[in-house]
């Protein structure tokens, strides 16, 4: 299971900056959005994968006898998930607005004047 994981996490980490290494806003942001998901998948492997009960122990509990999954990991990855819901809701009206203005998704478009600016 780690493996497979690995494996994904790689394959989102090489799409992630293929994408980001564009010339489109869109693929920029699908980019992102693709590291991302690499970078909470990074975190559920730091943390461990246990094959036990959950991080629900028992208030009388003195000793741990059984294999408890750890809840950091799983709280900062869920986080990390609504941190960037926000943010590529943010960004998507803002490349939105920049079409709007711009007429165009490449990013060489927002830096070189119009003819009529000159």
Known sequence: MELLLIVLL?????????MILRRSMVKLLLGIMLLGSGTNILIFLLGG????????????AK??????ADPIPQALILTAIVISFGL???AIVLLK??????????????????EEDI
């Open 88 to 90: 590529t809701a943010f």
């Open 63 to 68: 000793l741990f006898q059984d294999a408890f």
């Open 97 to 114: 607005r920049v079409y709007a203005l711009v007429n165009s998704d490449d990013l060489d478009d927002l830096n070189t004047p119009e």
């Open 10 to 18: 790689g394959l989102l980490y090489a799409a992630g900056v293929y």
């Open 49 to 60: 994968i246990t094959k036990g009960k959950p991080p629900v122990i028992d208030e009388n």
